[in-house]
């Protein structure tokens, strides 16, 4: 699987095709289970080290995916080296504060993988839709709509890249994906939505509003892709029109990612090496009774 196709290259034309390669849902389906058990194997080693952190961005429409995803591919992981965070509308106390605060207090320490479900990414895309949205967080010189021009987007580029740049350099791995679907996929599930019974709780009138907007998503979404993607810390855009293998392939990558970095079980202690025959005499005499 070349991985490299999907990950967006600064100022390049973007792939927004949303079709997955030929094949059946149980092919995707064992691949993505055994890409599963190798995170996994790497997850314990990443924990035991606690040299590194991993950090999984999930940007994408309504109905891409992303619940059932985690679901898939974080879900079989160990949960206790697993933090994730869906971000919902900020509260009152969340705007007091610059609009990167409550994403810098979700952050995963060291030796845990954190997963973002939806992203600091939504203050160059939902409010880059929805501009008014930005007259909540009493910003210096920004009094009116109109006050909010190119080099105000320009600037918030500017701030997530240099913070994303902080984390990395402290030892962060930021995987990003985009998880890419067409209109019509989009439209049929949230038609599954209202017709199942059962997933009416998943549906929101607002995603119909939303959806007007598509066009402008789009244009907000490309440009974010081209100006927020470096080679140490990529955006992957990721056709999920077909579920199983946008699943698979999300595994795939950050599989592939993390074999490139050197994390390992921390050294043995010195102590521990030279007296392991005695510790284990000294663990055959003790009698705990019954």
Known sequence: MNIKKYRVLPGSEIDFNTDAPHHDEDHWKELRKKNCKEIRRIQERLYAQEKHSVLICLQGMDTAGKDSLIRRVIGPLNP???????????????????????????????????????????????????????????????????????DFWAMRYRQINQAEKTWVENG???????????????????????????????????????????????????????????????????????????????????????????IDFPESSKEVVKNIEKYKKELNKIDIGE
């Not at 203050?123 to 007259?135: C, M, Q, S």
């Open 80 to 150: 206790a080296g697993v933090h994730v965070h869906a971000f919902k509308r900020p509260t009152e106390e969340e705007l007091s504060h610059d609009y990167l605060w409550r994403h810098h207090k979700k952050l995963p320490p060291k030796g845990f993988i954190g997963v973002f479900n939806r992203t600091h990414y939504e203050n160059v895309l939902v409010t880059r839709v929805h501009p008014e949205i930005n007259l909540n967080l009493q910003l210096p010189n920004i009094h009116s709509v109109d006050d909010i021009d190119e």
């Open 172 to 262: 962060m791995i930021v995987i990003k994906f985009y998880l890419n679907i067409s209109p019509e996929t989009q439209k049929d599930r949230l038609m599954e939505r209202l017709n199942n019974p059962e997933k009416h709780w998943k549906f929101e009138a607002g995603d119909l509003k939303e959806r007007k907007y598509w066009k402008d998503y789009m244009t907000a979404y490309e440009e974010m892709l081209q100006e927020t993607s470096f080679k140490d810390r990529p955006w992957y855009v990721i056709p999920s029109d077909f579920k199983p293998y946008s699943r698979y392939l999300v595994s795939e990558i950050i599989l592939r990612t993390l074999e490139k970095y050197d």
